[in-house]
């Protein structure tokens, strides 16, 4: 599939990114808490006191002196989705670019006030611990990336489209008859 791509498609794709997938962005190193609204379920069977407490123990021991990424590599070690430290990186849209919304071209709120708390740092600092609707966050902002360009992406996209037009080929195939064919009752193994 990837000598189906054109060079037009390759263009197309990264006009398309390249105010998010491919463009500047900020880089940071999220720890992020979720807490159960009043209401919901409990995320992690915590309230959102007790993940705010958590987030002011993570500011605690990186001002004692301990190392951020060690502190993240922690946080990571105990296998918790609802306590996690994860390298994100924010645009200034507010769209990551990435994940469900991002491929629909949607800008997350949620992403949009990260960016925000991200944006007046400078590299190697931390934010102070802050909310979104679900989830308390403390953020180090390692340092502000450049746009990329056409061609440093290029095999990257083509390689995008050459992996959605074989999903479409082999949906097409999956739904002609001719492609796709079972007989019931299925044969009996007849190994010995």
């Given at each position: 599939m990837r000598g189906q791509v054109t060079p037009a498609e390759v263009q197309e794709e990264f006009g398309k990114q390249k105010d998010t997938r491919f463009g500047a962005h900020i880089l940071v190193t999220d720890i992020q808490i979720s807490f159960a609204q009043q209401s919901g379920l409990l995320a992690g069977g915590r309230t959102r006191e007790q993940a705010l407490r958590m987030a002011r123990d993570v500011v605690r021991?990186?001002?004692?002196?301990?190392?951020?990424?060690?502190?993240?590599?922690?946080?990571?070690?105990?296998?918790?989705?609802?306590?996690?430290?994860?390298?994100?990186?924010?645009?200034?849209?507010?769209?990551?670019?990435?994940?469900?919304?991002?491929?629909?071209?949607?800008?997350?709120?949620?992403?949009?006030?990260?960016?925000?708390?991200?944006?007046?740092?400078?590299?190697?600092?931390?934010?102070?611990?802050?909310?979104t609707l679900s989830e308390v966050h403390v953020m180090r902002r390692e340092g502000v990336r450049p746009a990329r360009t056409a061609e440093e992406v290029r095999s990257y996209i083509v390689d995008l489209i050459a992996r959605r037009k074989a999903r479409e080929w082999i949906n097409e195939r999956i739904q002609d008859e001719k492609y796709v064919r079972l007989q019931w009752p299925l044969p009996q193994r007849t190994d010995k």
């Open positions: 021991r990186q001002e004692s002196g301990e190392s951020f990424d060690r502190i993240a590599a922690d946080v990571n070690k105990k296998q918790d989705r609802s306590f996690q430290a994860k390298r994100i990186r924010l645009y200034k849209s507010g769209d990551r670019g990435s994940g469900a919304a991002g491929k629909r071209g949607m800008t997350l709120d949620r992403d949009a006030v990260l960016y925000k708390h991200a944006a007046p740092l400078r590299d190697g600092d931390i934010t102070s611990p802050f909310e």
